[in-house]
């Protein structure tokens, strides 16, 4: 089975089109012991309530940064959280956001993909196809998200640069149906839906599906209403993913609950259902 034909199996079989971000923060974390110990637990303990009341994302989306800041153990943790939810199922974006030159980039891809063996990348276009293509064509069956339009307030400095008349997230945009790989997807941010329209309308105008990975949902400020209004024009609904993290990750906070697990799962199920809830408009 390929990337996207794995999207759309857990899409549907979850009924969901969240990705839940896991994004690890001490502070944050109500459980003692090691590092390696405490990070683990959390997720474990969450992904058990979910299967428990099977109430499950489309997919999960662990930064590699949050995990690797804690040194040995963060990424010890991230090697064994990304097997057991890939053992319950769930497609695992690692986010690490990689761009270099061929060999330093086959070297990530072996990384991502054989050491932690994540199902798809996040990926940086800055230095060309040769950076991507250790990626996309060593390990042909995985996912590969592009930076196109990212959701934090200084994006525009470069992003919205224009060559004749065209910006450079629109020229990626292009870029990514010319390097036309079914795994090959775009990280979209829903703070700037105007953007993330003209996005959505040129991967539409080409007949391509692309998969859009998009964050900035919740604490940064995207409108969902204004994502689902655009991604529901789209070609395949079931391809693309809306990011959610501390919401999820850190929902027995806002929530004045004792049972971390519970409140994260409750605050899916909330998500997941208004997200259904407005999709069904453009069915």
Not at 33 to 41: A, D, L, P, Q
Not at 55 to 73: E, H, M, R
Not at 243 to 271: G, M, T
């Amino acid at each position: 089975m390929n990337y996207i034909d794995y999207l759309q199996e857990t899409a549907r079989k979850n009924n969901s089109i969240v990705c839940f971000g896991m994004d690890p923060i001490m502070e944050k974390i109500p459980l003692k012991g090691s590092t390696y110990g405490r990070i683990v637990k959390f997720y474990e303990t969450i992904l058990n309530r979910m299967v428990k009341d099977n109430i499950l994302p489309g997919a999960v989306k662990p930064n590699y940064a949050f995990y690797a800041q804690y040194g040995l153990p963060g990424i010890k943790s991230l090697h064994t959280l990304i097997q057991r939810y890939r053992e319950a199922r769930l497609p695992v974006i690692l986010d690490v956001k990689r761009g270099d030159i061929g060999s330093t980039a086959a070297a990530y891809a072996k990384e991502s993909f054989e050491f932690f063996q994540a199902d798809a990348v996040t990926l940086s276009p800055y230095m060309g196809y040769d950076s991507l293509q250790p990626f996309i064509a060593g390990y042909p069956d995985k996912g590969y998200y592009i930076l196109t339009r990212t959701s934090n307030q200084s994006s525009p400095d470069i992003q919205d640069i224009a060559s004749d008349g065209v910006t450079v997230y629109e020229k990626v945009a292009r870029k990514i149906i010319e390097w036309d790989h079914p795994g090959i997807g775009s990280v979209v941010g829903a703070t700037y839906p105007e953007e993330l329209e003209k996005i959505a309308s040129i991967y539409n105008d080409s007949g391509k599906s692309v998969p859009l990975l998009i964050p900035g949902v919740g604490s940064q400020g995207g409108s969902l209403k204004d994502i689902l209004g655009t991604i529901g024009r789209t070609k395949n609904i079931l391809v693309h993913r809306i990011n959610s993290s501390s919401a999820l990750n850190f929902a027995y906070i806002s929530r004045k609950e004792k049972n971390f697990a519970a409140a994260s799962v409750s605050a899916l199920h909330e998500l997941n259902s208004e997200i259904n809830e407005l999709l069904n408009g453009y069915k």
